[in-house]
């Protein structure tokens, strides 16, 4: 029986401001590549994370980590956009984080936008790599984690999905004007990001208070799917106090 894991409270830790909630982050990331050199990063993409990135190649320049060993698969991808495309995630990561560090990339994973078919071939991947042992998450106004938005599932694995007009229009910054979002993306599913051994969520700003508290204090269900990760038994929070302003009970 495990089911005594899923009550296991999270670990909540509320900083002063972003840059030092993104340097806690940084400083988990690192710490878990130095215990185990061949850790494999579950990583993510959003305003939220290149500040961790930054901090985290400053911790790689100053000899503080090595990537060397590092196998990464990323959240989610959008739908039909070739990986070279300047607003694509593949590019992103690239640009805040890959090219970079030490790291192999020929392990260094994205699911292919432009083959949803390979979906599953995504979820072998992450099983014949061991599974993933640190996931790092962002959350979406409307309290999505990856690109699972309102209504999926528990049970969800890497699919296709639907992005919501609103996550469009938040979106439609990190695109060129005049360029439409992609309706749709690949994304690991809610189950495949439950199945991580640790989770780290980042949300800074007010912006994201509505969207912490539904999660964390709200009930477990699809109209908020990070509330699925109430039941995960090693799950860290880390906000700014902007983001933690909405908790009825948080700690430092
Ligand atoms: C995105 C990503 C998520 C991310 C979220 C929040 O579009 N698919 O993985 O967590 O939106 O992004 P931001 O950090 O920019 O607010």
């Known amino acids: 029986m495990t089911t005594s894991q899923t009550n296991t409270a999270p670990d909540i830790r509320v900083f002063a401001d972003a840059a030092t909630a993104e340097r806690f982050v940084a400083e988990h990331i690192a710490a878990q590549m130095r215990t185990k050199p061949d850790s494999v990063l579950g ?3 959003g305003n939220s994370m290149i500040g ?3 901090q985290l190649i400053e911790l790689y320049r100053g000899g503080g980590v ?3 060993g590092l196998t990464s698969f990323n959240l989610d991808e959008y739908f039909g956009l070739p990986a070279n495309d ?5 590019s992103y990561m ?3 984080l890959f090219d970079l560090i030490d790291a192999d990339p020929s392990r260094l994973h994205l699911p292919d936008g432009n083959s949803p078919a390979a979906a599953a071939e995504y ?3 992450i099983a014949k790599s061991g599974g993933i042992d640190l996931q790092l998450l962002g959350i979406g106004r409307n309290g999505h984690i990856g690109f699972n938005e309102p209504g999926s599932p528990q049970s969800s694995l890497t699919r296709l999905v639907d992005l919501t007009p609103h996550t469009r229009e938040v979106n439609a910054a990190d695109f060129p004007p005049g360029t439409e979002v992609p309706p749709q993306a690949v994304t690991m599913g ?3 990001i439950l199945a991580s051994r640790q989770i780290i969520l980042l949300a800074t700003g007010a912006a994201k208070a509505e969207a912490i508290a539904q999660a964390l204090e709200g009930p477990m269900d699809p109209a908020c799917p990070a509330s699925f990760l109430q039941g995960h038994p090693d799950l860290i929070i880390v906000c700014d106090t902007a983001a933690a302003a909405l908790l009825s009970v948080s700690e430092g």
């Open 190 to 192: 809610i189950a495949t």
């Open 86 to 90: 300047p607003s694509s995630f593949a």
């Open 66 to 68: 090595s990537f060397a």
């Open 43 to 45: 990583l993510a993409t």
């Open 52 to 54: 961790v990135y930054r």
């Open 123 to 125: 979820e072998d991947l």
């Open 94 to 96: 690239r640009k805040h």
